[in-house]
């Protein structure tokens, strides 16, 4: 409940915050680096900019992109995975063998080439298209596994002797045992969306034209010299800050369904 309260938090913070307490970019030279006050809750940054709008207005983008993340990468692991295991044959090994190179490959470095190969400023959808590129084989190959492991039990034997066609034994036979593992899953790939995002945009490598929490970090510690001016001390952690508190919402959340899905876990308590 912890888990399920805290990541409820970040999307009210996320949807309604926005429209509540936009974000103003113009610079109040006048105001710098203030310190938390009724007006500036969290003070302001180097430009005398709110620092709480910031954080707010950043994590409208920050949970977009992890959420879309979850739902492609999940998706993509999906198809290949069920069609993999359904399928056999040359075309299991073929998927398998694509799978195998996505998973040898260091996901991050080449997330760093693809997202670095591109100039433009990119929508939500595509940064987390880009991220679950590199996301998706390890979970595909879990799914195979799973698809494998249940084709071989007596109702889906029972389902092929009564000439249930394919789409039936997918949908209706197979596809109710793997919701639990999905959706564990995805809650894994939203965490690795956040901070794959996060990430590319401290580096720098993604364009961008909004407050991002990756930008704010970048500009603490190389613009301002954070580590060592700590008038820029809050302007540095409150992102973190919240990256933390959002990534032990979704773990606490992750381990929630666990044990609503396996009852091993639940006896064992």
Known sequence: MVGVAIVALFIAMATLGPVLL?????????????????????GTDFAGRDVLRQVINGSRDVLLVAFLVGIITTFIALVVGISSGMVGGRFDAALMAVTDVFLIIPSFPLLLIIAASLPRTL?????AFIISIVGWAGLARSIRAQVLSTREKPFIEAARCLNLSNIHIIFSEIMPNLLPYIAVSMVYSVTGGVYSQVSLFFLGILPFTSVNWG???NIALYNENALINTKAWIYLFSPIVCIV?????????????????????????
């Open 22 to 42: 936009p974000f103003d970019n113009t610079y109040y030279l006048t105001k710098r680096y203030q310190p938390p006050s009724w007006e500036h809750p969290l």
């Open 123 to 127: 929508s939500p959808f595509e940064v």
């Open 215 to 217: 930008m704010m970090i």
């Open 245 to 269: 508190l959002l990534q032990t919402g979704f773990i606490l959340s992750q381990h929630a369904l666990e044990e609503v899905f396996n009852p091993r876990l639940r006896s064992e308590e």
